[in-house]
């Protein structure tokens, strides 16, 4: 109950205002000069060169053809990381011997930060492919373990008692019911991961890489085109929100088939 | 309770000895990692040494250290003291929410780490870029949850306390902010946590002093000992700043019964 909910038209009302004072604000100070447009081009400058990008290549491809390239990488990654990281969790939520082995390991190394992991993934896996692959599964692969096992961690102790007293083995107690009983957790894992993961890659082709997305933004940096670096942003950015809404839709699908609708 | 600790604290000795034993077996005794790949333990130690006797990469490892140490918080304070308000705001008031709530839709989807070359074409690659990115990429958390706590405040404790007359500013001092400050203080530790990684990615795409430089020459110098000095660096940094913020909420919760477990 803080102040009365607003009306559908003061909201837009409100809101539109609020967009029109933050490109006002840009707009004022990169044509006014206070700031020069060299380092803060205007919002016009950045969408103009933005659709130019679309076709024209910069640091080797168009930004599609970095996207592209950034894309595979970080599917690539994601991918593994919910390939090692949910079964080891689900494993890790059933037999609690591996749970006090991996966990002291992994409380461990929580609080390195995914990204300090480059210097060892270039010297391991080189800067093509495989280095920001690994430091894209660096990023991911915390949220897919901690999610998986949780859910088979808290499920429904009748359910695995009911389970075990018919005399279930362990892999179908893993797999019929373990598992279903932990897809929720783990969607919602995955839905972090993958935002993690996008995060990581774009770190990652900051500092090593020869192609996509951040390469393009660090070969622009180096030469002073601002433009080309927020157009970067920009494309960062709309990938970023296209996966994370494509992940909810997936979600909301799966909870409504399973009749969980919250 | 008691068996079951000393059980999990059993494994986990076992675990890390295991592990050193097998850093150790797979380096230094059978050479299967070749130390180009990987040091060993005695590598490990030399590079220590190295790094706090003569220096690394311009300094000693204390003085790097403080220095990314130095960074992390005032960008750290910069964003709570900034994005704090802003949340409380914003959760106060639907007028503030609704100018708000667009612009920050716009500029959220991009993550922290991709201002770092924009913010090195503004300021370079000196102290100020840095607390520039971890300023962007600390504020989102700390503006989210500190709107989230106030929306959750119960309807009935504002009520009660408009009804009694609290003037606007007791209102925000007395029970708004400590209604919402443990929400407040989930967003700190996720600003902390993005602080670090923002910090490390900055300085290994340009700095000339700090951890994340450490290991962005150690990477040049092809120097895995050095590598694994930084990474341990890191995440102890990481590590002992979270026990801090971990203190400072039962500090400031102390009065909350339901975080007091």
């Keep these: 109950m803080t102040s009365p909910s607003l009306g559908f038209r003061e909201t837009m009302l409100l809101g539109l205002a609020g967009l029109a004072s933050f490109i006002g604000l840009w707009s004022f100070l990169s044509v006014s000069g206070i700031v020069p447009a060299q380092f803060l081009p205007g919002p016009l400058d950045v969408a103009s060169r933005f659709f130019d990008l679309l076709t024209a290549p910069f640091a080797g491809a168009t930004l599609p053809a970095h996207l592209a390239s950034?894309?595979?990488?970080?599917?690539?990654?994601?991918?593994?990381?919910?390939?090692?990281g949910v079964p080891l969790g689900l494993l890790m939520g059933f037999f609690r011997l591996l749970d006090d082995i991996v966990t002291p390991l992994?409380?461990?190394?929580?609080f390195i930060a995914p990204i300090a992991w480059v210097p060892f993934a270039a010297l391991w896996f080189g800067t093509g492919i495989g280095g920001p692959i690994m430091i894209i599964f660096a990023g991911a692969f915390p949220p897919c373990l901690i999610n998986a096992y949780r859910g088979a961690r808290f499920v429904e102790p009748r359910l695995i008692e009911a389970a075990r007293m018919l005399g279930t083995p362990s892999t179908r107690m893993i797999l019929e019911v373990l598992l279903p009983a932990a897809v929720p957790s783990i969607i919602a894992g995955l839905r972090v991961s993958a935002g993690l993961g996008w995060q990581s890659l774009v770190g990652a082709e900051l500092i090593v890489a020869a192609a996509g997305v951040g390469f393009m933004m660090v070969q622009a940096q180096g030469s002073v085109q601002t433009p080309t670096v927020m157009a970067g942003m920009i494309a960062i950015g709309l990938v970023g929100m296209l996966i994370d809404v494509l992940l909810r839709q997936g979600e909301g699908w799966l909870r409504r088939r399973r009749g969980l609708e919250s | 309770m008691a068996p079951v600790a000393s059980r999990?604290?059993?494994?986990?000795?076992?675990?890390?000895i295991g592990l050193v034993m097998l850093w150790f077996g797979l380096t230094t005794l059978?050479?299967?990692?070749?130390?180009?790949?990987?040091?060993?333990?005695?590598?490990?130690?030399l590079s220590l040494k190295q790094i706090n006797g003569r220096g690394y990469a311009g300094s000693t490892l204390v003085s790097h250290a403080f220095h990314s140490l130095k960074l992390v918080l005032m960008g750290f304070a910069v964003a709570v003291l900034t994005g704090v308000p802003l949340g409380l705001w914003m959760g106060w008031s639907r007028r503030v929410e609704a100018f708000v709530n667009p612009v920050f839709l716009i500029i959220r989807p991009i993550p922290p780490l991709a201002w770092i070359p924009l913010a090195i074409l503004w300021l370079g690659l000196g102290d100020a870029a840095k607390i520039l990115v971890i300023w962007f990429s600390a504020f989102v958390p700390s503006v989210i949850n500190a709107f989230t706590g106030v929306r959750n405040i119960d309807k009935p404790i504002l009520e009660a306390?408009?009804?009694l007359g609290t003037p606007r500013w007791r209102m925000v001092r007395e029970v708004i902010l400590p209604a919402s400050l443990p929400m407040i203080f989930t967003g700190l530790r996720l600003s902390l946590q993005a602080s670090w990684t923002t910090l490390v990615a900055a300085e290994l795409v340009g700095a000339l002093v700090g951890v994340g430089f450490v290991l962005n020459m150690a990477q040049q110098d092809i120097y895995p000992g050095m590598i694994l000095v930084g990474m341990v660096t890191v995440g102890i940094l990481g590590w002992v700043t979270t026990l801090l913020l971990a203190r400072v909420e039962r500090r400031a919760l102390a009065w909350n019964v339901a975080a007091r477990d």
């Design chain 1, 70 to 84: 950034s894309f595979q990488r970080y599917a690539y990654g994601v991918l593994l990381a919910a390939a090692i």
């Design chain 1, 106 to 110: 992994f409380d461990g190394l929580r």
């Design chain 2, 8 to 16: 999990k604290t059993l494994i986990g000795g076992m675990t890390v």
């Design chain 2, 161 to 163: 306390a408009r009804m």
């Design chain 2, 30 to 45: 059978t050479g299967l990692v070749t130390s180009a790949r990987f040091p060993s333990p005695a590598e490990f130690w």
